[in-house]
């Protein structure tokens, strides 16, 4: 069985792992300046055979970042609104018309779904942009991101994971 995994991901509780927010434990065999640079060290470490199950990425110095994508207008809420209202009134307009009880294909839920859709999507994206009062006249996206990024691995095998980050290292810049 594969385990798609990620850095924020949740579901499923991997077997072994603590369910409540823990520290880390472990000895330090490299550090990162980006998540991507620690991320390849440790599919090196896969790469050569090494048990990364003894292996953890941890972001240190973490930081709130928002990214400012763009100025907000009534006529961007307004359209934005209407557009994800559309969208979900035409999943509920056919999923409708998919257990109508007509003969034929009947459009008219899809249509009412559709048009609904687009008028509470438009009138909700209103009142919450209205409530803003013209404070946050921007729309932006969050990320989190560390300042560096520690792999840490415990202590029966960190001497090796030193030795393979090393050779990883040496690899790259010579």
């Known amino acids: 069985m594969i385990i798609v995994t ?8 991997a077997p072994g ?3 409540l ?4 434990s ?27 199950a003894d292996v953890t990425i941890v972001g240190v110095d973490l930081m709130l970042v928002e990214r400012v994508i763009g100025k907000l207008s009534w006529g961007k809420v307004l359209g934005t609104g209407a557009l994800s209202g559309a969208w979900f009134g035409l999943f509920v307009g056919l999923l ?3 257990f109508s009880n007509a003969e ?52 029966r095998n960190a001497e090796k994971g030193r030795e393979l980050l090393a050779r990883l290292a040496m690899g790259s810049h010579g």
Do not use: K
């Open 21 to 24: 927010p823990t520290p880390p």
């Open 26 to 52: 472990g000895w330090p065999i490299g550090s990162y300046a980006t998540y991507e640079e620690a991320q390849r060290a440790v599919d090196h470490l896969a790469d050569n055979e090494f048990p990364v």
């Open 17 to 19: 792992l603590p369910r």
């Open 6 to 13: 990620g850095p924020f991901m949740s579901g499923r509780q």
């Open 104 to 155: 034929q294909i009947s459009y008219a839920p899809v249509l009412v779904g559709l048009g609904a859709g687009v008028l509470f999507g438009a009138a909700f994206a209103a009142m919450s942009y209205a409530s803003t009062r013209g404070r946050r006249d921007f729309s932006s996206a969050s990320q989190l991101v560390a300042g560096r990024y520690d792999v840490l691995c415990q202590p």
């Open 96 to 98: 409708l018309s998919l």
